[in-house]
Protein backbone atom coordinates (compact mmCIF):
# COMPACT_ATOMS: atom_id res chain seq x y z
CA UNK A 1 0.00 0.00 0.00
CA UNK A 2 1.77 3.36 -0.94
CA UNK A 3 1.04 6.41 1.03
CA UNK A 4 -2.62 8.34 0.51
CA UNK A 5 -0.80 11.15 -0.52
CA UNK A 6 2.49 12.47 -1.80
CA UNK A 7 4.54 13.23 1.30
CA UNK A 8 5.47 16.91 2.88
CA UNK A 9 8.77 16.44 4.64
CA UNK A 10 7.67 20.17 5.80
CA UNK A 11 4.57 19.20 7.13
CA UNK A 12 6.13 15.70 9.38
CA UNK A 13 8.71 18.13 10.58
CA UNK A 14 5.74 21.00 11.58
CA UNK A 15 3.81 18.22 13.15
CA UNK A 16 7.22 17.12 15.52
CA UNK A 17 7.42 21.20 17.02
CA UNK A 18 7.48 21.09 20.89
CA UNK A 19 7.35 17.82 20.94
CA UNK A 20 10.03 15.14 22.41
CA UNK A 21 11.10 14.29 18.49
CA UNK A 22 11.99 18.39 18.07
CA UNK A 23 13.74 17.79 21.64
CA UNK A 24 15.85 15.15 20.49
CA UNK A 25 16.79 16.35 17.24
CA UNK A 26 14.83 14.27 14.85
CA UNK A 27 14.29 15.59 11.38
CA UNK A 28 12.38 14.16 8.64
CA UNK A 29 14.84 14.16 5.17
CA UNK A 30 12.98 11.97 2.76
CA UNK A 31 9.99 9.81 1.56
CA UNK A 32 9.53 7.53 -0.90
CA UNK A 33 5.93 6.11 -2.40
CA UNK A 34 6.66 3.29 0.61
CA UNK A 35 9.62 4.68 3.37
CA UNK A 36 9.91 7.48 5.49
CA UNK A 37 13.54 9.13 6.73
CA UNK A 38 14.76 11.01 9.41
CA UNK A 39 18.07 11.90 11.26
CA UNK A 40 18.58 11.97 14.78
CA UNK A 41 21.97 13.18 16.37
CA UNK A 42 24.02 11.35 18.61
CA UNK A 43 25.23 14.29 21.37
CA UNK A 44 24.54 15.11 24.77
CA UNK A 45 19.95 14.74 24.57
CA UNK A 46 20.44 11.10 22.81
CA UNK A 47 23.97 9.83 24.44
CA UNK A 48 23.06 7.06 27.95
CA UNK A 49 26.39 8.06 30.54
CA UNK A 50 28.52 5.71 29.17
CA UNK A 51 29.31 8.29 26.04
CA UNK A 52 26.96 5.69 23.69
CA UNK A 53 23.62 5.84 21.92
CA UNK A 54 21.13 5.68 24.24
CA UNK A 55 18.91 2.65 22.97
CA UNK A 56 16.05 4.37 24.17
CA UNK A 57 16.27 7.41 21.37
CA UNK A 58 16.93 4.93 19.02
CA UNK A 59 13.66 3.27 20.26
CA UNK A 60 11.93 6.85 19.81
CA UNK A 61 13.39 7.16 16.49
CA UNK A 62 12.14 3.95 15.18
CA UNK A 63 8.12 4.64 16.41
CA UNK A 64 8.56 8.54 15.52
CA UNK A 65 9.61 6.65 11.86
CA UNK A 66 6.77 3.50 12.17
CA UNK A 67 4.00 5.79 13.76
CA UNK A 68 4.49 8.60 11.53
CA UNK A 69 4.42 6.59 8.08
CA UNK A 70 1.80 4.32 9.20
CA UNK A 71 -0.60 7.41 9.65
CA UNK A 72 0.39 8.50 5.92
CA UNK A 73 -1.71 5.47 5.09
CA UNK A 74 -4.56 6.70 6.99
CA UNK A 75 -7.44 9.31 6.61
CA UNK A 76 -6.28 11.37 9.75
CA UNK A 77 -9.53 12.81 9.44
CA UNK A 78 -10.98 9.77 10.62
CA UNK A 79 -8.64 7.01 11.66
CA UNK A 80 -4.96 7.28 13.30
CA UNK A 81 -2.11 4.35 13.53
CA UNK A 82 -0.75 4.21 17.51
CA UNK A 83 2.04 2.08 18.95
CA UNK A 84 1.01 -1.72 20.21
CA UNK A 85 4.19 -3.02 20.52
CA UNK A 86 7.76 -2.29 19.54
CA UNK A 87 11.11 -4.33 19.62
CA UNK A 88 14.59 -3.36 18.85
CA UNK A 89 17.92 -4.98 18.10
CA UNK A 90 20.82 -2.81 18.97
CA UNK A 91 23.85 -4.08 16.74
CA UNK A 92 26.49 -1.51 16.77
CA UNK A 93 27.51 1.06 19.36
CA UNK A 94 27.61 4.81 18.41
CA UNK A 95 29.02 7.16 20.11
CA UNK A 96 28.99 10.65 17.89
CA UNK A 97 27.57 12.27 14.21
CA UNK A 98 24.56 11.49 13.28
CA UNK A 99 22.13 7.84 12.85
CA UNK A 100 19.58 7.68 9.87
CA UNK A 101 16.40 5.56 10.28
CA UNK A 102 14.43 4.48 7.40
CA UNK A 103 10.81 2.98 8.11
CA UNK A 104 9.05 0.38 5.50
CA UNK A 105 5.71 -1.39 5.59
CA UNK A 106 5.49 -5.09 6.40
CA UNK A 107 1.99 -5.18 6.57
CA UNK A 108 -0.66 -2.53 6.51
CA UNK A 109 -3.90 -3.64 7.06
CA UNK A 110 -7.75 -2.26 8.32
CA UNK A 111 -6.91 -2.57 12.10
CA UNK A 112 -3.23 -3.12 12.22
CA UNK A 113 0.24 -2.42 10.19
CA UNK A 114 3.74 -3.64 11.37
CA UNK A 115 6.74 -1.60 10.12
CA UNK A 116 10.16 -2.03 10.19
CA UNK A 117 12.46 0.53 11.12
CA UNK A 118 16.44 0.45 10.43
CA UNK A 119 18.41 3.05 11.85
CA UNK A 120 22.33 3.29 10.23
CA UNK A 121 25.10 5.19 11.43
CA UNK A 122 26.85 7.65 8.98
CA UNK A 123 28.99 4.99 7.05
CA UNK A 124 25.54 2.72 6.14
CA UNK A 125 26.27 0.07 9.39
CA UNK A 126 23.46 -1.40 10.93
CA UNK A 127 23.05 0.46 14.52
CA UNK A 128 19.34 -0.66 15.18
CA UNK A 129 16.81 -2.83 13.89
CA UNK A 130 13.32 -2.49 14.83
CA UNK A 131 9.51 -4.10 14.40
CA UNK A 132 6.74 -1.79 15.85
CA UNK A 133 3.03 -2.98 15.42
CA UNK A 134 0.24 -0.15 15.20
CA UNK A 135 -3.52 -0.05 16.07
CA UNK A 136 -6.01 1.38 13.75
CA UNK A 137 -8.08 3.20 15.77
CA UNK A 138 -10.57 5.64 14.74
CA UNK A 139 -10.06 9.48 16.00
CA UNK A 140 -12.50 10.33 18.75
CA UNK A 141 -14.51 13.26 17.29
CA UNK A 142 -16.28 16.21 19.82
CA UNK A 143 -19.94 15.49 20.31
Known amino acids: MAFRAPVSIDALNALSRGTLIEHLGIVFTEA ?3 WVR ?3 PVDPRTRQPYGLLHGGA ?3 LAETLGSSAGNLCLDTREQMAVGLEINANHLRAVREGTVTGTARALHVGRT ?3 WEIRIEDARGRAVCV ?3 TL ?5 AHPA
Open 112 to 114: TQV
Open 32 to 34: GEY
Open 38 to 40: ATM
Open 135 to 139: AVVPV
Open 130 to 132: SRL
Open 58 to 60: SVV
